[in-house]
């Protein structure tokens, strides 16, 4: 399980979004694999909390571009009509999801 985690995150957070670009934007998959990608930008907020990184801490509801109300901006950005709109908001609710996992993983 001690590697599993690190895999399953790392993996999830820069391997999967080309997977998901490869599924949905089959013509464009790399370009949009990398506006997927680059929403792990939203980790950006991690650098407002103290300390910035702690292995313990589930970033689900304690960072501000990992709460509720992110989640529905994120939600709200998909009906925008611009592809890279979109793919920015799959790769935000993606990571997410991924973090989520994360703090599932952790409460083992």
Not at 20 to 33: D, K, M, S
Not at 71 to 94: D, E, H, Q, S
Request: hydrophobic share 60%.
């Amino acid at each position: 399980m001690d590697l599993l985690q690190p895999i399953l995150h790392y993996g999830g957070h820069w391997l999967a979004p080309f997977l998901i670009a490869a599924i949905v934007w089959r013509r464009n998959w790399l370009r949009n694999g990398a506006v997927i990608a680059a929403a792990n930008l939203i980790d950006l907020d991690h650098l407002l909390a103290d300390p910035i990184f702690d292995p313990e801490r589930c970033s689900i509801g304690f960072h501000l571009l990992h709460g509720w109300e992110a989640a529905l901006a994120y939600v709200l950005m998909l009906l925008i009509p611009r592809w890279w709109v979109r793919a920015f908001a799959v790769g935000a609710l993606w990571h997410l999801a991924v973090d989520y996992g994360d703090c599932l993983m952790q409460a083992c």
